[in-house]
Every structure is written in structure tokens, then in C-alpha cells.
């Protein structure tokens, strides 16, 4: 006899056991990701602040890993494997260097214009409290000349140095020049990004340890100048771009469209707005855990323009009724 589920390609099961497969890592390539090793709460209150690490819906998949890789030497160590290091400063360093380089792209800022700001004090206040949260006995002197050192440069446009003896003028003209032509020309730009990832790679180093367990555990350290460095520029940036009036106006918007697909989605009937393969596997869920898990990977998996558009539909004219969703 025909087995009905034998032809059945949900993802979902008339159970409602979620089946779907993704991809087929192996535990010590999920350890690699696992860069908060703590649950997320299921319900926080609108005041709290939001909280890194993995849903609980994955509690019994992180402790597979944990039993599958072993865990570190010694009481109190956290579980972060050489790889999840690795791929954390790889994160910090591209986060501090290619967001200042997106920022010089999109005409925000150029290096000098950057030293400038540092130079208001309450600014310079909130930044180093900032680094103090990362490295706690960082001094403002070091947080200081560590921006200085990146944001002063030997300039780039010129073959030859200028001879001795230069008015002073001419050469602060001419570093402002270079400065506004790093930010404007891609190859300049590029050659300045490149000679700070290098400086910052080049400061990383490996402290073997857990032999015994193969040297998963061992330890990836970043010598004080360089980390000094990388949160300095890290949150610099922040300050200065990520929260200027530009980038808060898209910021806002996004949060807006997001926010208001998923609050009509998670009402009533509003899972009937889903195309009709999610709604399939969305009615065969048991939970409302489950339900708004699959609304949130839903709109986690919308592209910009399908997003805008979405909300359009919803909330302006929006597109023809002969348009699938």
C-alpha cells in the first residue's frame, strides 16, 4: 500500500516535526559559529536589552556540539573553539576597517575629518568609555594615539617624500588633500584599508593549549596596541556613522517595515498573507513558539526590495492583485 508520506515534500510534517535539512555541518563546524554560548530568552520586557547568543529552540543541538567536541581545560573557561576565535577578530578587524571604508565611499567622512572629531572631548569621553568596556584598563593616552597612528598617514599620492624645509602650509594642504582623495579614489582607498588589515592581522597570534584534546581550545591572542586599536576605530565608527542622522533615518525606516510585516503576519488570519507553501508548513506547526519562529524566518529571508515592496502592499497602493506575494 502507497504510503502518503512517502510523496509528502513539506517541510513540515502532518505532526508537525520541522524535517527541513539545510546544510549538514559537522558539530565542530557549528562549534565554530557558536560565538554566545548562551540561551536567548523566549520572552524579554520591552525595556530589557537585547541578548546575543542562540534560541532555545537549539538548547538540544548546542549540547550535541558540546558532547561531540569536548570542552576546554580548567574551571570557568568558555566555550569557544580556535576557529570561533579566528572568526571573531576576523569580524572586528572587517567590521572596524571596511565599515570606515564604506563610510569614506559614501562621501561620509575622509581620515583627517575623523582625527578632527576626536578632538571634541565629550565625544572623545564616550568613546573611551566604550573601549574601557572591552579592554578595562585601557588609558584615554593609549585610545588617543591609536587613532592617531591610523588616521595620520605618510602620504599616499606622492612617489617621493616632500623635501626638508616645506612650509608648514603646504603640507597640512597637502595631507588634507590626500585625505579627501583616499576617501573619493577606490584604489587609494583600498591601499589604505589594506595597509590597516595588515597592520591589525599582523598583531594576531596562537597560545597552544588543550593538546589533549587536539588544540581546539587553544587560544587566540591580539597584542594590546593592535586591540587597542581595533576597538578604538570599531567604535569610532560607530559614534560617528552608525549613529549619525543619515544612517538613524534608514535605520528607523527598516525597523518600521520589519516590524509591521511581522506584527500583520502574527495577527489574526494574517498568516493567510504567507505564500501558500510557507502557510502549508505554518498550519502544520503545533506551537506558537514554532508559528512566530517560522513568521521571523520568513521575513529573516526577504531580500531589501521584496521587503519594501511587502510592506507596500500592506500599507500603500501597493502592486497589482495579479502579482503573487
Known amino acids: 500500500m502507497h504510503d502518503p508520506s512517502e510523496s509528502d515534500v513539506c517541510g513540515i510534517s502532518h505532526r508537525g516535526v520541522d524535517r527541513r535539512l539545510g546544510l549538514n555541518l559537522t558539530y565542530r563546524t557549528l562549534a565554530a559559529i557558536l560565538k554566545y554560548d548562551v540561551p536567548i530568552p523566549l520572552r524579554r520586557k520591552e525595556s530589557d536589552a537585547l541578548k546575543k547568543g542562540y534560541y532555545a529552540s537549539e538548547r538540544g543541538l548546542v549540547d550535541k556540539i558540546k558532547q561531540n567536541v569536548g570542552s576546554p581545560e580548567g574551571e570557568h573557561q568558555k566555550f569557544k ?157 560607530y559614534l560617528l556613522t552608525i549613529m549619525s542622522p543619515r544612517l538613524k533615518v534608514v535605520e528607523y525606516r527598516g525597523y518600521e517595515v520589519v516590524r509591521t510585516i511581522f506584527e500583520t503576519l502574527d495577527s489574526d488570519e494574517g498568516n493567510l498573507l504567507l505564500p501558500d507553501d510557507v502557510q502549508v508548513m505554518y498550519n502544520r506547526l503545533t506551537d506558537t513558539d514554532s508559528k512566530k519562529r517560522m513568521i521571523c524566518d520568513f521575513v529573516a529571508g526577504m531580500t531589501d526590495r521584496y521587503a519594501v515592496e511587502f510592506y507596500g502592499r500592506l500599507r500603500e497602493t501597493g502592486a497589482s492583485i495579479f502579482k503573487p506575494i
Request: glycine share 6%; net charge negative; with cysteine.
Open 81 to 237: 573553539t580556535i576557529e570561533c576565535q579566528i572568526m571573531d577578530i576576523a569580524d572586528d578587524i572587517a567590521y572596524s576597517t571596511y565599515d570606515l571604508e564604506d563610510t569614506m565611499k559614501a562621501d561620509f567622512t575622509h581620515p583627517l575629518a575623523l582625527l578632527a572629531k576626536i578632538g571634541n572631548e565629550s565625544l572623545f569621553d564616550i568613546l573611551w568609555s566604550k573601549v574601557k568596556k572591552e579592554i578595562n584598563d585601557v588609558t584615554k593616552d593609549e585610545v588617543f594615539a591609536a587613532l592617531t597612528d591610523i588616521l595620520i598617514f605618510p602620504d599616499l599620492t606622492a612617489d617621493d617624500p616632500e623635501p626638508p624645509g616645506t612650509p608648514i602650509t603646504s603640507r597640512l594642504i597637502a595631507g588634507y588633500e590626500a585625505s579627501k582623495l583616499i576617501a573619493v579614489d577606490g584604489a587609494m582607498r583600498s591601499r589604505f584599508s589594506s595597509a590597516m588589515i595588515d597592520g591589525f592581522v599582523r598583531g594576531v597570534s596562537v597560545t597552544p593549549r588543550g593538546i589533549s584534546k587536539g588544540l581546539r581550545f587553544s587560544e587566540v591572542e591580539v597584542r594590546r596596541d593592535i586591540r587597542v586599536k581595533i576597538e578604538a576605530l570599531k567604535h569610532l565608527n
